[in-house]
């Protein structure tokens, strides 16, 4: 079963330090999202990317940046981290039609944390 | 945007129960409303969601009700087990139709106790 797969799994950086976080999503779906869930939050949307245009962006500062490659998968990449930066990071995939809402998929997530 | 709340935050019932959790959307052109279920440590996975042409949903022991005009869902799970126990999260997309971005509630932690 080829889900969404993010890496790493796992991350600890300090403040200051630049992250990248990467995922593919399932084989077929064209658009991927990214989700930062804080420790007893909800994912909270960070970007959305279909066809390597960014089609949505939501409240979070210019550190955070993201891109998509023509083979579908994203990257997630977060500079001058911050502590408030430690979080669950989920990719979330889906496929995309204009015609209705499209389910999304999450992946397992990494785990930042920054000391 | 979409505003989502969700109730309780915490919930715990004797094995073979039934749980209810609500929620409620600002949104009224929201039109997809999905549940996901959370265990400890694992990524968040769709159980259920309803679009807004039906009023309930139902697959097994889990159910989804929505009530456009009061803008609000529930998820009903009956006879419930010790495996339904981890946190629930209810979502709208934001920008009512938007195909993209989900809005979701804070949860709710369910415990099913043996």
């Known amino acids: 079963d080829a889900g969404v797969t993010q890496s790493p799994t796992h991350l600890i950086k300090t403040r200051g330090q630049h992250v990248t976080l990467r995922c593919s999503p399932i084989?077929?779906?064209?658009?991927v999202s990214w989700y930062q869930q804080v420790l007893g939050q909800g994912p909270q949307f960070i970007f959305q990317?279909?066809?390597?245009?960014?089609?949505g962006r939501g409240n979070f500062p210019d550190r955070f940046s993201a891109r998509q490659f023509p083979n579908y998968s994203s990257e997630l990449n977060v500079n001058a981290l911050l502590l408030g930066d430690s979080a669950l990071y989920l990719c979330?995939?889906?496929?995309?039609?204009?015609?209705?809402?499209?389910?999304?998929?999450f992946g397992p997530g990494t785990r930042l944390t920054v000391l | 945007g979409e505003n989502v709340e969700q109730h309780p935050s915490t919930l715990s019932v004797q094995e073979g129960d039934s749980a209810v959790i609500k929620c409620t959307y600002s949104?009224?052109?929201?039109?997809?409303f999905p549940w996901y279920k959370q265990e400890l440590g694992k990524r968040p996975q769709l159980i259920i969601d309803?679009?807004?042409?039906?009023g309930e949903k139902k697959d097994q022991r889990i159910a989804v009700t929505l009530n456009k005009t009061a803008k609000h869902f529930s998820l009903h799970i009956t006879e419930t087990q010790p495996e339904d126990s981890a946190v629930y999260f209810c979502a709208a997309p934001a920008s009512g139709g938007s195909n993209y971005k989900l809005t979701f509630g804070k949860g709710t932690l369910l415990t099913v106790n043996p």
């Open positions: 990317y279909y066809e390597k245009e960014e089609r």
């Open positions: 309803i679009r807004s042409n039906v």
């Open positions: 979330a995939s889906s496929p995309w039609t204009t015609m209705t809402y499209n389910e999304q998929f």
């Open positions: 084989s077929g779906h064209k658009s």
């Open positions: 949104d009224s052109a929201s039109n997809y």
